[in-house]
Nanobody
Framework: VQLQASGGGLVQPGGSLRLSCVAS??????????VGWFRQAPGREREFVAA????????LYANSVKGRFTISRDVGKNTVFLQMTSLSAEGTAVYHC????????????????????WGQGTQVTVSS
């Protein structure tokens, strides 16, 4: 399985970005796995951002991004998106997408250990 994240860049505080994660090499499509986004800022631990359920596209968000970030997917393109709005400096990080096996307990999806494949990441820098 390969995951390719893209869409990062430099954005001003209050701005928006949309990240994409294209999955390839899956035995089934992304509608058979859960995909999550994590971020890691310099000197900080990796942090859960959002996940989308394989079963029904239900989203799960970290409290810090609720109401500002939206996760969605295009099953036909094996792509998951993370729309980020109202970005602040705390959003500066490398954003990684990852896949969790079908059947992963919903409550475990905030933990990076629940995910088995990871992409390289895309840098997001929020700065004026």
């Amino acid at each position: 399985v390969q995951l390719q994240a893209s869409g990062g860049g430099l954005v001003q505080p209050g701005g928006s970005l949309r990240l994409s994660c294209v999955a390839s090499g899956l035995a089934s499509g992304i509608n058979a796995i859960t995909v999550g986004w994590f971020r890691q800022a310099p000197g900080r631990e990796r942090e859960f951002v959002a996940a989308i359920s394989w079963r029904n596209s239900n989203p799960l968000y970290a409290n810090s991004v609720k109401g500002r970030f939206t996760i969605s997917r295009d099953v036909g393109k094996n792509t998951v998106f993370l729309q980020m709005t109202s970005l602040s400096a705390e959003g500066t990080a490398v954003y990684h997408c990852a896949t969790a096996p079908r059947g992963t307990i919903w409550g475990r999806l905030t933990a990076s250990a629940a995910y088995n494949y990871w992409g390289q990441g895309t840098q997001v820098t929020v700065s004026s």
